[in-house]
């Protein structure tokens, strides 16, 4: 890895800030890929994390600190962390108003479009926020890269190379914005979630497309969690910008700039996976989960409360399944984890009362005095999540559209019994564990649950087979190389646009 700073912009920090009970100010470490792949990386460079204060307590440790600059705030991950305290209502007109009701839903296919959505003046005023939060990060970031350092000791030679690493939907106007500002700053964009192919892309306004488009294009280089959303961006920019495509080279060539195209797959720590998953608080849940499924098979989902995770359509693939093959009534029981998502938003709260509605359903349908058939929990409880994969039998992620869902990858690799995973073929992780799971069209109820039944009826030792290959390749690229190769990717494309003696400038 090439030495040097490494700037890295989320809307979530690797820290979060909580009140004790006598109002005193403690740190959490976050979770996630982008935390675990940078604690590995920082050994090697600087590393500063902008973040938004997301908050009350977020927004008193920024503002004690001078300049949002935390002392020691990377929470273990070797990182500096500036934590950015932007205005309430611009916070919530750009997180709420755009990134969560409006890029979420293109890039998933969410809307009920003979009813949603209405980009009146309303929706102005959101993106005005929203490109006032965006212009925020990539003011922070053009600061941040001023702690480079001088040239060289004599004032001669290279800056040490500055690279900023934009992250996701929240952020897409930060790359044009950062480059305006710091031509001699590497920039790369990772996108978490799908694209949205072009048609449906163009259900936003036009000039708001084009923006969308070319502040990502902004960036030297542009990574997504497979080839089928980095092709969907690709025909984006030829179709909606008119932006000349090789598709050869994977790159977009765009108001003299070139951006290269590429995928990196994000995996799981195996590891420190395997470890958590030891604790001595997983083994109580463990031990709790054993005793309600009482030895009947278990089939396990966890998910946000999400409206793209399919939860209801999951449930009512359950409900064909004892109706369709009685033979399991009495022998399984689906534990379905669920942990609240943004409930600000009206949609969101009407989807998991949808979800609570249909689990009482089944319950009334099929519920005897000595079985329960579903068992439904709506809170976050992690180490209640990883017992329930030590203890899958079948695994059911069914998303209607996913960026990639580490849930797939994480379950098998902590399955004790050998699971079978019945995936969505939408879900960005199909590419790397279709060929060991039993792919399902997320919309097809009657498939998803004649896929349960196969994968409740399948042999034990094929279903070990199975989880093993399905181990193996989840955990192939773990966040530690995720990062890395992100970084490498962007430094051949600098060099390439700006020349080998120094990958950062232009």
Not at 371 to 394: C, E, H, K
Request: net charge negative; glycine share 10%; with cysteine.
């Amino acid at each position: 890895m090439t030495p040097g700073r490494v700037l890295v912009a989320s809307n979530r920090g690797p820290v979060s800030f909580s009140r004790t009970g006598d109002g005193r100010l403690t740190a959490r470490r976050g979770g996630g890929g982008m935390v675990s792949g940078l604690s590995s990386v920082a050994g090697q460079a600087e590393v500063l994390w902008v973040c938004a204060a997301l908050s009350d307590a977020d927004r008193a440790a920024a503002g004690a600190a001078p300049g949002g600059y935390l002392e020691d705030g990377g929470g273990g991950t070797g990182s500096a962390v500036r934590m950015l305290d932007i205005p309430a209502a611009t916070f919530d007109r750009a997180y709420n108003g755009v990134a969560n009701s409006t890029l979420w839903f293109i890039h998933h296919m969410l809307y009920d479009t003979p009813n949603q959505p209405h980009f009146g003046l309303a929706f102005r005023r959101e993106w005005e926020s929203f490109r006032a939060y965006n212009a925020a990060f990539a003011a922070a970031l053009a600061d941040g890269a001023d702690g480079a350092g001088p040239p060289g000791p004599d004032g001669s030679g290279p800056r040490r190379p500055v690279r900023a690493m934009v992250q996701d939907y929240h952020l897409t106007l930060v790359p044009r914005m950062l480059a305006d500002l710091r031509p001699d700053v590497a920039i790369g964009y990772f996108c978490h979630t799908p694209w949205a192919p072009p048609d449906y892309f163009a259900i936003l306004p036009d000039d708001i497309a084009r923006e969308v488009l070319d502040g990502i294009l902004g960036a030297d280089h542009a990574g997504f969690q497979t080839q089928r959303w980095a092709d969907a961006f690709l025909d984006c920019c030829q179709q909606i910008l008119g932006a000349e495509v090789d598709r050869g080279g994977r790159a977009v060539h765009y108001r003299g700039r070139t951006t290269t195209v590429g995928v990196h797959p994000l995996g799981v720590d195996a590891h420190e996976l395997r470890e958590r998953a030891a604790a001595a608080d997983v083994q109580a849940q463990v031990e709790a989960l054993t005793a309600t499924a009482a030895g009947r098979k278990l089939i396990v989902r966890v998910d946000r409360t999400e409206l793209s995770k399919n939860i209801v359509r999951g449930l009512a693939a359950y409900r064909e399944l004892l109706i369709t093959y009685p033979q399991w009534r009495g022998r399984v029981t689906h534990l379905a984890f669920a942990y609240p998502s943004r409930h600000d938003l009206p949609e969101y709260r009407e989807y998991t009362a949808s979800v609570q509605r249909l689990a009482r359903e089944i319950l009334d349908e099929f519920g005897t005095e000595d079985w329960n058939p579903l068992v439904l929990q709506v809170n976050d409880d992690y180490p209640r999540s990883l017992a329930a994969y030590r203890l899958a039998d079948v695994l059911l992620v069914n998303p209607i559209r996913d960026g990639m869902n580490l849930v797939a990858k994480e379950g098998p690799l902590l399955s004790e019994r050998g699971c079978a995973l019945v995936l969505s073929r939408e879900a960005g992780a199909a590419a790397e564990l279709g060929e060991a799971a039993l792919l399902v069209n997320p919309y097809d109820v009657s498939g998803t649950a004649q896929a349960l039944h196969e994968a409740l009826d399948m042999p034990a030792a094929e279903r070990q087979r199975r989880c093993g290959m399905l181990a193996k390749a989840g955990s192939a690229v773990s966040p530690h190389d995720w990062f890395a190769d992100q970084l490498s990717a962007l430094d051949e494309a600098a060099r390439r646009a700006h020349g080998p003696a120094n990958p950062a400038g232009r």
